[in-house]
């Protein structure tokens, strides 16, 4: 294991583990509608009628936020584990950006199944993400037990802190204007290995590289072996490795970048430390 306490902490955390799906009172039809669009940003398909039975069924709908359970009240080592992480990277972005831009600091809420967001509703099946509404990275951790179960990738710490370093990557396209202005180009809604959706995910891999590059000299990783669980992590969530799992393997639909993109993305980072390299 990594030896994130070196790292100082100082993370925006919020705990929300043990406190049940909450949706603040939203009906089943209304929830349903929100999780059926969240779903179908990340290239997700799901029917709200479906949603809304599943719903219905689990009693999500309506349920309304509960108090934490005891297992996961007080401060934990992963709610310090991920302090540190989020910690880091405001310190690095705050001094890389170096006035081109005013870094607000994002804020990271750990959940399990459900949570609300300003985007609608935060699960467990979208995976980690970023909201750009409220500024806020949503983390499920038991995300990483499925990466590894079906993708083949390293729920190991390093993998860990590399997503919550690409959600940051998001954060910093937010705050620089580049995430608008990607988004609201009418081409944004192509798919492919080129796409611009594609090519937003891929500078969001190339500045988590950046990150790790930035506390190389700082005694966290005991070897260099250990940043392998990141590059496994980043060649997981490709597009083909998923899509691998369903028998068919198709780029024009792709808009996450394949695993051989993603890893070269985050080793341009890695092994360059220039926010130059990370251009879209």
Known sequence: MALWDKLGG??????????????????????????????????????????????????????????????????????????????????????????????????LVLFRDATQSDCGAAT?????????VDQTIYLDETFFDVLTERYGGSKGDVAQAYVMAHEVGHHVQKVTGTMEKVQSDPRYQQTGSNSLSVRLELQADCYA??????????????????????????????????????GSVNPETWTH?????????????WTSGQLSQCTL
């Open 10 to 107: 100082g993370g925006n955390i919020e705990d929300r583990r043990g406190m049940g799906a909450s949706f603040f009172g939203l009906g089943g039809g209304i929830a349903a509608t929100v999780i059926a669009l969240v779903l179908g940003y990340f290239g997700i398909s799901a029917d709200p009628a479906l949603v809304e039975q599943l719903l219905s069924v689990s009693g999500l709908a309506t349920q309304s936020e509960s108090s934490q359970s005891a297992e996961f009240k007080g401060v934990d080592s992963y709610e310090t584990f991920a302090s540190n992480v989020i910690g880091s990277t405001d310190r690095f972005w705050t001094a890389a950006l170096n006035g081109q831009a005013a870094y607000t600091k994002p804020r």
């Open 124 to 132: 467990s099946d979208v995976g980690p993400h970023y909201c750009p």
């Open 209 to 246: 590289g950046l990150w790790a590059h930035s506390i190389k000299g700082a005694g966290v990783f005991e070897s260099d072996q250990e940043i392998k669980e990141a590059i496994d992590a980043a060649s997981a969530v490709g597009d083909d490795r998923i899509q691998s799992t369903t």
């Open 257 to 269: 970048g394949s695993s051989e993109q993603r890893v070269e993305a985050f080793n341009r980072g």
